[in-house]
Each structure stands twice: as structure tokens, then as C-alpha cells.
């Protein structure tokens, strides 16, 4: 196992952002505005975000990833160059890209790049081409255990160097969604929709049901029980042990797309589970409870991926997520008294009663996750708040105003 593991986390908020901080990410990846792979999928940053955003990390010792890495045309070079050059002027710790073009540009500018997944790299030969223009390589989704062992010993044994001369780190992901191209390069949005995944502009054809015609008889068939073409998202928490000893150095999570809160709870999953690891106390009872807590954010269902050999994915049983718990808006941040740690809220969209799992979440805030031990309306004490009142509860983290409250169901 590698000495140093780093956790990274996927961010499309500032909201996500402060949760994957306060979560113990070790580094952050993001996207901003047209040309990344969630360019439609989820809210990006915009070109004056960048100096922001490392400066918040750089408070927190957090590494700051920019993705750029779609495929880029001819009349986006300049758009492309533009990002780079920001990146670099604001301390941007890597870019991670699959087309050469942005590979060959950031070089030219002294700028650190990681090979995207979109490139593909299941052997130590790319490892070695890639090695000329970085130091950090994200594997194919499709590799199993064996296979990444295989390259991380063949990188020691050959003393594989990076371009700095560092040795070459592996990356992998370790959890969110999976693609039913694996790490390659699909075309169903744009066949469908004239929406490119590898512009990403992706719709996610693949993720709805489908009626199977047979042409000459006109006979449909039904595939029930099974969205066949939407794999379940990874979960690798039940053998993350066997995966540190792969000898990876990044361990990858997905989800620019979603929720501060599940941001957050994943991370902080990970984060405990590779300590409890370090600190030898690997147990499967504690994992089972790790696994049932990233079950109460956005999933389609587990599986392990490829990791463990598996010939065939296993496919979602239903549209959506699979989360056990779900949010509720019901008002909005009022005022803090910091000296005695009260928050007080609006209530905008419902009721709040003692005992009720609450969120709040805020660009600053990032994401706050406590159940109500006691409410007051007018400085007296209630059991219940209702619709339209302002209420105050004891909330140990500054909230701001205008943070956003949930309740949990």
C-alpha cells in the first residue's frame, strides 16, 4: 500500500466544494463553463472561478484539478488555450486531458497534466508513452485488480519516471456512476439527440427503458426488471483493503453532477474507511456500516465494477436514484449568534419538528447534517414550527443567511 493516498473529490458547486473539504479530501476536480465531460450534466464554474477556488483550497492544503477533457475542434483551440493559461496563472495544480492538443499546450506552458480515463490506458507499455508528458494516469474502467497490480509493479520494476522524473502515480475511481462504454468513447446521445457524451453533452439515452421489436413479426418484448443499458453505480468500499494494495496513489470519486450532500458523505466514507485500513482495524462490520450510509445518497444500486473480474456489468432495476433517504426544501438561513451557537431560519416550505434529520447547505457553509434537538418561535420553546415562522435551533457550525435548510424523510 502507498504511503501517501489521495483522495479526490468531484465538485460542480461551491456548496461541494466546502462539503468535500470538510469531508477530508485530499484534492478536488471541477469543470469549467462548455469543455469538460459534464459540461451539460452539471453547473459548472465559470473562467473567474478559478482564482476563488484555489484560493479556498490553498487555505485547506487541498490540490485543485481542472478537467479539459473532452474532445476539442479547431475553432475551440483558443477557448481551450485561454483556460490553460488561467489555470496556470492562478496555481491550478493539474489539468486532467485526454486530447492531445490540450496535452501538447499545457506542456508548452509548464502546466501539469493527468491522462484522462477517456484515453484508456490498460497497459504498461501506454503507461510508458504517457509517462513523456505526465506524472499521473487514470486506468480504464475495465481493468480488474490483477491487471492494475500488474502495472503499479511493473512501473516500480522498470523505474517508470513521469515527465518532472517523478515516479508515475496510478489513479483509479473508486466510486459513482459508471458508463455503459466503460472508459470508451460513446456515441447513443449523439446518434439519438445530436448531443456528443465525448463533447460532454451527454443525455443519458442509455439510462431509460427500452421495448425490444423484432423487425418481421412486429413482436415487442418487454425487458423487465432491468434498465439494460444503465449500470449500477461503483461501490468499492466492501474491498477498498485489496485495492491500496494494488499499490494505486489516487483513488478517484464520481460525481460533478450531484448533491453537496452526497459530495460530502462520500468522501467522508472513504476517508474513514482507508484510516480504519491504515490503523489496522479493517472490519466487516464497520464497513457494512459505511456502505449503509452511502446508501442514503443519490445511487442506482451497488456493484464492484470490473475490479474484481467480473465478466458483464449488473444493470440498474430502475430509473433514478436508489437512495434511502431524500431532501426536502423548507426555508432559508436568517441570522447566526455566534456566542451561543443559534441559528434562526424561515420556514418557506414547511413545518419543523423537534426530532426531524436536517441539511443545510451554502456556498460558505458547505454541508451541515444534524437532527433538531430543541426549536423556538418568539425565544419560546415549541415541538413544532410551522410554515411562514421564523424559528431558531442550536446549530454548532456558522450557518449564513440565505444557506438553504432540508429536511431528511
Not at 146 to 152: D, M, R, Y
Request: hydrophobic share 35%.
Amino acid at each position: 500500500m502507498q504511503k501517501n493516498i489521495e483522495i479526490m473529490s468531484p465538485v460542480g458547486s461551491y456548496e461541494s466544494l466546502m462539503g468535500a473539504i470538510q469531508a477530508g479530501a485530499n484534492s478536488v476536480y471541477f469543470g469549467i463553463e462548455k469543455l469538460n465531460m459534464r459540461a451539460k450534466s452539471s453547473i459548472n464554474f465559470k473562467l473567474e472561478d478559478i482564482e476563488k477556488i484555489v484560493k479556498i483550497c490553498k487555505k485547506f492544503k487541498v490540490k485543485t484539478y481542472l478537467t479539459l477533457n473532452v474532445v476539442i475542434y479547431d475553432k475551440e483551440l483558443e477557448d481551450m488555450k485561454i483556460i490553460v493559461n488561467s489555470a496556470k496563472k492562478n496555481g491550478i495544480d493539474a489539468i486532467i486531458a485526454s486530447d492531445m492538443a490540450v496535452i501538447n499546450y499545457s506542456i508548452s506552458q509548464n502546466m501539469p497534466v493527468h491522462i484522462s480515463t477517456q484515453v484508456n490506458i490498460t497497459n504498461i507499455e501506454s503507461v510508458k508513452f504517457y509517462s513523456k508528458f505526465s506524472d499521473v494516469m487514470v486506468m480504464a474502467r475495465e481493468l480488474n485488480l490483477e491487471q492494475i497490480k500488474n502495472i503499479t509493479d511493473e512501473i516500480k520494476k522498470q523505474k517508470i519516471k513521469g515527465i518532472s522524473g517523478k515516479n508515475v502515480k496510478i489513479e483509479i475511481f473508486i466510486h459513482g456512476a459508471l458508463c455503459m462504454a466503460v472508459s470508451g468513447k460513446c456515441y447513443l446521445s449523439l446518434h439519438e439527440n445530436n448531443f456528443s457524451a465525448n463533447r460532454g453533452n451527454c443525455l443519458q439515452t442509455c439510462r431509460k427503458s427500452y421495448i425490444v421489436t423484432e423487425k418481421e413479426t412486429n413482436y415487442q418484448l418487454e425487458i423487465d426488471n432491468e434498465y439494460i443499458m444503465s449500470p449500477k453505480d461503483l461501490c468499492t468500499i466492501d474491498f477498498l483493503d485489496k485495492i491500496l494494495d494494488t499499490g494505486v496513489s489516487v483513488l478517484k470519486i464520481e460525481g460533478r453532477a450531484r448533491s453537496p450532500e452526497y459530495v460530502k458523505f462520500v468522501t467522508k466514507s472513504y476517508v474513514e474507511a482507508i484510516n480504519l485500513i491504515k490503523n489496522g482495524n479493517f472490519n466487516e462490520e464497520k464497513f457494512k456500516i459505511l456502505k449503509e450510509n452511502l446508501k442514503k445518497v443519490f445511487n442506482r444500486g451497488f456493484w464492484g465494477g470490473y475490479y474484481m473480474g467480473k465478466k458483464i456489468g449488473e444493470w440498474s432495476d430502475t430509473y433514478g436514484s436508489k437512495a434511502k433517504t431524500k431532501k426536502f426544501y423548507i426555508g432559508k438561513g436568517k441570522n447566526y449568534f455566534k456566542k451561543i451557537k443559534v441559528a434562526e431560519f424561515l420556514l418557506q416550505a414547511g413545518d419543523l419538528k423537534v426530532g426531524d434529520e436536517i441539511l443545510i447547505t451554502g456556498p460558505t457553509t458547505g454541508v451541515i447534517n444534524t437532527k433538531v434537538k430543541e426549536i423556538r418561535v418568539n425565544l419560546e420553546k415549541t415541538k413544532i414550527a410551522k410554515k411562514g415562522e421564523i424559528c431558531s435551533i442550536a446549530i454548532e457550525k456558522t450557518v449564513r443567511a440565505s444557506d438553504k435548510l432540508y429536511i431528511i424523510k
